[in-house]
């Protein structure tokens, strides 16, 4: 495998939201973020505001446009709230831009200075999938809140425990994958982790497939899916139609205690998926000794999956805008590296279900 250049992390993950303000109280009421800067009017930027969210190494940036002619306001018209932007730090935004174009990646932005009174940073821009971008950031002499162009506007949120993004899923059309599974090996020098096919993922209904594809420390994985042919309308066709394109379908939060994590978050009125207690009585015998009380993971509406490595606990939220789009995924690893196949079915259904409350099945 062939390493072009070194991600050093997902600094952030942008949304384009169609009112930040209070997307930013959302994410903070709900999921436990904190506030940490803020730019707009008061900062001089007349077309645009952004609110930076952070909790543990996670940070979300949620951007409304307060022009018609912004782009953002054309991204929200087409595709409602959803991903912009899956920004990664590097050492050099200018190499990595152009040895990324080289291999074929589209440019979205030019390597230029953004510079404050706290410092500049570099920062250039490639396409993805849909209108989805990964920016590439590195930083000068920058100390300041976040990036230039922000200024500090703290307000504490109360920590549910989130670590740190996961991975973060995109979906893309059919016969799609195998292209955006190559873009992530030829450009990034990303290798396929693990696939999925319709035997693994298929009920009656949401078939998909999905490659994972992920950097050798696997502190970035991106799993992409696309639709597989089912009887009738696959949760990845969904998306795409209401999303009105390929975009990112959910971002995984990985916490260090489960049980803490989504008993915080529910307690916040925040809503999951939920499977029948029949999973529950079937799980000893399929996943055999874990340390949490199956009770209480019954109780919240935990997963579990279990492979050769370990482990892993994870729970999906509903989508978090009216369009069914964007959802979120929180995830505790203990051993396993996996993505929860043995939860795909009971899972599914479960959408399914919600799929067909929404006349969309
Ligand atoms: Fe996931």
Redo the contacts with the bound molecule.
Sequence with gaps: MDHPFKLKRVHHVEFFVGNARQSAFYYRKGFGFSQVAYSGLETGQRNRASYVMSQGKANFVLTTPMTKDDEAAEHIRKHGDGVKDIAFEVEDADQVFAEAVRRGAKPAVEPHDVTDEHGTIRRAAVHTYGDTIHSLISYKDYKGPFLPGFMSAPIAGDDCGILRI??I?GNVELGKMQYWADYYANVFGFHRYITFDDKDISTEYSALMSIVMSDDSHSVQF?INEPALARNKSQIEEYIEAYGGPGAQ?V?LRCKDVLFTVGKLQQNGLDFLRVPDTYYAALPERVGPIEEPIDELRKLGILVDKDEEGYLL?I?TKPVEDRPTVFF?I?QRKGSRG??KGNFKALFESIEMEQARRGNL
């Design positions: 996961d991975h899923v799993p959910h995984a994870q999906f995924e995830i993505f929860g």
